[in-house]
C-alpha cells in the first residue's frame, strides 16, 4: 500500500500552479510553492494572494512560496509540475538530482512535446526515470478553482495505487479527482483539445454560428478519438473528464486561451499579431505535432490540419473554414 502523501511541491507560480496549490492546501497538505518570479514569491507569502495571475482572490487555505527551486523538491512526497508544456524536459532535467527515487511527478501541463512528438509522461521517463510520471487534467479553469467552484478532473498514473493516493491527497468538497491507469488517454485529451478549441473560437469569431460550432466540437471528438486510440488511449478514458470533458469546456468558453486566440483571428487579427503576444496558448505548439503523429498513424486529422494551415499562413482562414464544410460526404463514423 502506498504511503500518504502529505508533502507536496508545486513546481509554477502562474494562475493554475497557485490554484493547484491552494487545492492541496484546502486537502490538508503541506504544501510549497515555486515559482521563477521573486515578486509572485513576496505576494504570497506576504499577503496570500497573486495578483499578477489570480486578481481578486485572497487564499482560504494557507501555504508558502520560494524561489529555490531544489529547496522546493527536497524530501516531498509528491510534485506537481504545473509549468509550459515545452519546458517539461528543462524542468525535468533541472529536479533530476535533488528528486527522491518513486516521487510522483504530476505533469499539469496540456500539450505534447514540439521538438520531439513525445507525450510528456515520456519526456519524463526519459529525464527523470527514478520518478513516477503521473497526470492531472480535465475541465477545468484556474479562476474558478481557486474560488473554490465544484470542478471535477482525471489523475493518472500507470500504477492504479499512485493515482489512487494522489487523488486522495488533492481531494475536498468544491475539487474532486478521479483516478484512471490510462496516462496516454489523459494526455492525448488535454493535448488535442487545445488545437481544436483554435478552430472553434475561430468560428465563433467569424459569425458562422451555434451550429457550426458545436459541428466542430462534435467532429473534433472523433478527431481525438481516432488519433487517441492510435497512440494506445481507451476510449473510456476520452469520452470521460479529460476527453469529452476538457473539450466541451474549452471550445465552448473565451477563458480558455485557445478559445481566445481563435475567436481573435476568426476577428480578423493577423496570425502574425497573435504569435507575437507575451503568452501563447498551447495549441499552437501542438497543431504541428498532432498532424505529423496522425500521419505517422494514417490518421486523418482535418480540422487539426486546417488549423496547422492557417498557424503557418499557409492558407487564410476563410478558405480553411470553406474546406471544412466542403468535404466529401461519407457516413458519419466512416
Not at 507525450?119 to 527514478?130: F, I
Not at 491527497?169 to 478549441?197: C, H
Not at 459569425?207 to 481507451?234: H, I
Request: with cysteine; glycine share 10%; net charge neutral.
Amino acid at each position: 500500500m502506498m504511503r500518504r502523501l502529505q508533502k507536496i511541491a508545486v513546481l509554477g507560480g502562474g494562475a493554475w500552479g497557485t490554484a493547484l496549490a491552494l487545492v492541496a492546501a484546502r486537502a490538508g497538505r503541506d504544501v510549497l510553492l515555486w515559482a521563477r518570479d521573486a515578486s509572485t514569491v513576496t505576494a504570497i507569502n506576504e499577503t496570500r494572494s497573486n495578483p499578477s495571475y489570480l486578481p481578486g482572490v485572497t487564499f482560504d487555505a494557507p501555504f508558502q512560496a520560494t524561489g529555490d527551486l531544489g529547496g522546493a523538491v527536497s524530501g516531498c512526497d509528491a510534485i506537481l509540475l504545473v509549468t509550459p508544456a515545452q519546458t517539461t524536459r528543462e524542468m525535468a532535467k533541472a529536479i533530476s538530482s535533488t528528486i527522491e527515487p518513486g516521487t510522483p511527478v504530476v505533469l499539469c501541463a496540456k500539450g505534447i512535446e514540439r521538438s520531439t512528438g513525445a507525450l510528456l509522461a515520456d519526456v519524463l521517463a526519459d529525464c527523470l526515470p527514478q520518478a513516477t510520471p503521473a497526470v492531472l487534467s480535465g475541465p477545468s479553469f484556474a479562476d474558478d478553482v481557486a474560488k473554490k467552484l465544484p470542478t471535477a478532473v482525471t489523475v493518472a498514473a500507470s500504477q492504479g495505487e499512485v493515482a489512487d493516493a494522489l487523488s486522495a491527497a488533492l481531494a475536498s468538497e468544491s475539487f474532486r479527482p478521479y483516478a484512471s491507469t490510462d496516462v496516454a488517454g489523459v494526455q492525448i485529451g488535454g493535448a488535442l483539445k487545445n488545437v481544436l478549441a483554435i478552430a472553434c473560437g475561430a468560428v465563433v469569431g467569424r459569425g458562422w454560428g451555434a451550429s457550426a460550432q458545436a459541428a466542430l466540437t462534435a467532429r473534433g471528438f472523433r478527431e481525438m478519438t481516432l488519433l487517441g486510440t492510435a497512440l494506445g488511449a481507451r476510449p473510456d478514458t476520452l469520452t470521460g473528464l479529460s476527453g469529452l470533458g476538457d473539450l466541451v469546456l474549452t471550445c465552448s468558453s473565451a477563458q480558455s486561451r485557445n478559445f481566445a486566440f481563435g475567436l481573435a483571428l476568426g476577428r480578423g487579427t493577423p496570425v502574425k499579431n497573435l504569435m507575437s503576444g507575451g503568452k501563447l496558448a498551447e495549441g499552437i505548439f501542438t497543431a504541428s505535432v498532432a498532424v505529423d503523429l496522425g500521419k505517422r498513424h494514417a490518421v486523418d486529422l482535418p480540422l487539426s490540419t486546417a488549423v496547422d494551415a492557417v498557424l503557418r499562413e499557409k492558407i487564410d482562414l476563410d478558405t480553411a473554414l470553406a474546406s471544412l464544410m466542403t468535404r466529401p460526404l461519407k457516413r458519419e463514423t466512416d
